[in-house]
Structures are given as structure tokens and as C-alpha cells.
């Protein structure tokens, strides 16, 4: 633009279509799909020299990741449930169902009745300004990156079906019943299921959303011909997860639950009010220092100290997963049979046993199911867990120069970290609050 003002970008753009292998049948019954993969990406950036000593610099940044997913089975008139004589489906979204059962060869319907899709949204600010003075280079600056992630997906809405060569097999076959006879493809033209399960797609679009601020001052100053130090100050906050339309569900441990004889611990639903199961940390400061010391031409001794803050237990990313949170995209209804498969739970044509709810299918408050009716789990939420993982960093080295070009470096580097995120589940934990609750010793022994 000028001889002090420089401005420079650059921009890509990639799309991949990938066609799922359809087997092991063809046609309308394919499980084969259609995926679509689109990534555009921008950077901006603006060097300005304001003066001999003063430099300002700023960078704007995009990324979108996009993709759909597809059946390459077309949609019929009236819907594929209905094509096949498959009634009272609660909530079909006409796609065809995904059946199981037939003798060892896979299912069909696997590319239908899963039409999903999403967009993951960062953008990015990063401004710094650069300041020469004496014997001193001061740098402040600050970050700021948005992420958004929309998602739909409707999958399993007109049934995900198990039928079974047993429903055909010989009645008089004994211990070989359906083993050696019977035929799962019999079974499901005469409509005969084994179990089932059908979702609802009551929060099918999802929109989780999160952020992350920061801001730093750094001065590297030469203190004497021998000495230099790098003295810093670094403010991070990370914003806590969300969704933008309050689809969020989690476990509260310090809720009271009336359906648990009102002991603390209830499965809490986002609301405007409140959006999240936490609030964001605003005052994680750390430092960032470092030594760098001259001995002699040969040996130069380094040593630096810094606190590096991550992101809490449950402040995650939206792009890559919202934290320890479920939203219910959906809700579930299993039906299965008790009687070892010998005779049908329920047949198509007679219509999907289980009624469709009364008034709102959203719950409100935590069932006596394990998986709360909602397709998965909600998971516990602690007062505590916004509060952000942080890692100590120390180190301490001497470089020596060597003859014939050679460099020898003796360092020590120790990390300690706090509140460090894990995937590892600690399957006997129990909240220590709950340690006090008196279990009926029912055998008389311990």
C-alpha cells in the first residue's frame, strides 16, 4: 500500500465428494452414501511502521469446515416406512429404515435414515504492537478466536430394526432352532422384528458455540553487554461452551433430584437464562520470565520460568467437542423382546408398539431410565470444572561452543501440570458427598 504500510493474504478452497461402498446390497437397500467435504480458508494481515521504533501488526483469520452426508436411496411419495408397511413410525423423516437380522450378511438402509450434516466456523484476531526503546523491545498484543459449530442430523428417525431367522426356524428343531434353519429374509417379509429403536428428532439442529480472549506485554531488555531478560505477563479466558439455541443437557450434583428421594444430583436443561453449567474464569494472569547470561564468548547460561493456562474440563471447543455436555438431539424408544427370539415382539404392519408421548416429547426432568430417554448420557458437571488446566513450565541450560563448528547443550525441562484434561473415565468414582448415604446391608455381610 505505501513504503510503511504492507497488507498481504491469502485464500484456499479444497471440496472432496466421497461415495460410501454399497454393500452388501445394491439399489434402493444400499447401504452405500454420499459425503461432501467443503474447506475455505482467509487470512488478512496489515504491517503498519508508524515510526522508526513503533510497528503495529494485525492479522485476521477464517476457517469453515462443511460437510453433508446423504443415502444415495431416493426419498418415495409418502416415505419409505410407508412403502414397506412399516406403520406408526412416531417421527419418520421419510427415510428408508435401517434393518438388521438377515442371516449373517449385513444390514440394508445404512446410508438411508442418517441424513447429517454440519459447519464449524473459527475466526481469528491477533493484534501486536511493537515498541523500541533503549535498551528495551516492549510488545503488547492480544487473541481472539470464535468458534461455532452447526449441526443437524435426524439419523434412526424411522427406525433402526433387528429381525431374525429364528421367526422362520423349524418349531421341532430342538437346540438347533434357527440355527441351521429359518431365514432372516422370511422373517422380515412377513414383517416379524426382534427389537427396535426409533429416535426423535426433537433438537436434530444443534449449535454449540465457544471463544477464547487474551492479552500480553512482554519486554525483552538488555540489561548489560552480558545480560538480557525477558519479563511477560500473559491474560487468557476461555469462554464456557453453549449452545445457541439451548440444547444443552448436563448433570448438576448439587441439584435436587425428586426422583431420587431428593438426594443432590438431576439432570439440568439449558435455558436463556442459563445457558451453561458454568462461567468463565476472568482473572488467570501468569508470568513469563527468562534469563539469558553471557559467561564468557564460548558459554551462555538460559533459564526461563512461564505458566501456560489451557482450557477448563468443560470449556471446550465447540469445533471439536463442547466438553463434558449432551445435547439431546434426540429422544429414544427401544422396544425389545423377553421371550429368547423364538416368537416376534411386534410385526411392521401392526405399527410400532410404543405410543407417541402426550403433550411436549422434550423432558424435563430427569427419568428413571439410565440413558435419561435422550439416546446417551448426561454427564456430571462440578462447581469447579471451568476452571482452566494449567501447566508450570522450568528450564535451565548451558551452551558450550566446541571446536570444529560443534555445539554442546546441557539443559534441565520440568513440567507440572494441574487439572489437565483426560478422556480416561474413572469408572468407581463417587462424588465424596454422597459417601454419607446409608446402603441397606440386605445379606448381613460387609
Known amino acids: 500500500m505505501s513504503s510503511k504500510n504492507r497488507l498481504s493474504g491469502d485464500f484456499g478452497w479444497s471440496r472432496n465428494n466421497i461415495l460410501t461402498t454399497p454393500s452388501p446390497f445394491a439399489g434402493d437397500l444400499s447401504e452405500g452414501g454420499i459425503s461432501q467435504f467443503k474447506q475455505p480458508f482467509a487470512r488478512l494481515s496489515d504491517d503498519f511502521l508508524i515510526s522508526s ?25 409418502g416415505g419409505w416406512p410407508n412403502k414397506l408397511g412399516y406403520k406408526g413410525v412416531p417421527w419418520s423423516d421419510g427415510e428408508i429404515p435401517i434393518i ?11 446410508g438411508g435414515g442418517s441424513p447429517s450434516g454440519g459447519v464449524a466456523n473459527n475466526s481469528v484476531v491477533s493484534e501486536n504492537l511493537t515498541w523500541v526503546k533503549g ?24 427406525g433402526y430394526l433387528f429381525t431374525s431367522n429364528k421367526f422362520t426356524g423349524l418349531p421341532d428343531s430342538g437346540a438347533n432352532y434357527g440355527v441351521n434353519n429359518g431365514s432372516g429374509f422370511a422373517s ?23 471463544g477464547y480472549w487474551a492479552a500480553y506485554v ?59 453449567a458454568t462461567g468463565a474464569t476472568k482473572h488467570d494472569i501468569s508470568p513469563r520470565i527468562g534469563l539469558a547470561y553471557s559467561i564468557n564468548n564460548k558459554t551462555v547460561v538460559r533459564a526461563s520460568f512461564g505458566i501456560i493456562f489451557g482450557p477448563g474440563g468443560f470449556n471446550g471447543t465447540a469445533i471439536t467437542e463442547p466438553g463434558p455436555v449432551m445435547s439431546p438431539g434426540s429422544l429414544d424408544y427401544q422396544e425389545n423382546t423377553g421371550n429368547n427370539d423364538l416368537t416376534p415382539t411386534w410385526r411392521m404392519q401392526d405399527g410400532w408398539p410404543t ?27 462440578d462447581p469447579g470444572d471451568s476452571r ?15 571446536p570444529s563448528n560443534m555445539l554442546l547443550k546441557i539443559a534441565y525441562v520440568g513440567n507440572h501440570g494441574t487439572r489437565l ?26
Open 188 to 210: 422380515w417379509m412377513l414383517g416379524m422384528m426382534e427389537s427396535g429403536q426409533t429416535l426423535n428428532p426433537v433438537a436434530s439442529n444443534q449449535f454449540p458455540r465457544g
Open 53 to 77: 521504533n513503533l510497528v503495529n501488526h494485525i492479522t485476521l483469520g477464517y476457517n469453515r469446515w462443511a460437510s453433508t452426508g446423504a443415502s444415495q436411496t431416493p426419498l418415495v411419495a
Open 218 to 276: 512482554q519486554d525483552d531488555w538488555k540489561v548489560s553487554s552480558k545480560l538480557t531478560a525477558n519479563l511477560g505477563a500473559r491474560w487468557d479466558m476461555y469462554e464456557p461452551s453453549y449452545d445457541a439455541h439451548n440444547n444443552f443437557v448436563w448433570m448438576t450434583p448439587t441439584l435436587v433430584n425428586p426422583l431420587a428421594g431428593g438426594i443432590l444430583g438431576g439432570a439440568q436443561y439449558a435455558t436463556p437464562q442459563v445457558k451453561t
Open 355 to 381: 405410543a407417541s408421548p402426550s403433550g411436549s416429547p422434550w423432558p424435563t426432568t430427569l427419568t428413571k431410565t439410565v440413558g435419561f430417554d435422550l439416546g446417551g448420557f448426561a454427564q456430571r458437571i
Open 421 to 446: 484434561q483426560s478422556r480416561v473415565d474413572v469408572a468407581d468414582e463417587m462424588p465424596p458427598w454422597d459417601l454419607s448415604l446409608v446402603v441397606p446391608n440386605t445379606k448381613g455381610v460387609l
Open 388 to 402: 482452566p488446566s494449567y501447566m508450570l513450565n522450568r528450564v535451565f541450560q548451558i551452551e558450550r561452543q566446541l
Open 135 to 158: 535498551r528495551h523491545t516492549l510488545k503488547f498484543g492480544m487473541d481472539y478466536i470464535k468458534e461455532e459449530a452447526d449441526q443437524f442430523g435426524t439419523g434412526r428417525s424411522s
Open 100 to 110: 438388521n437380522g438377515f442371516d449373517g450378511v449385513g444390514q440394508f438402509g445404512g
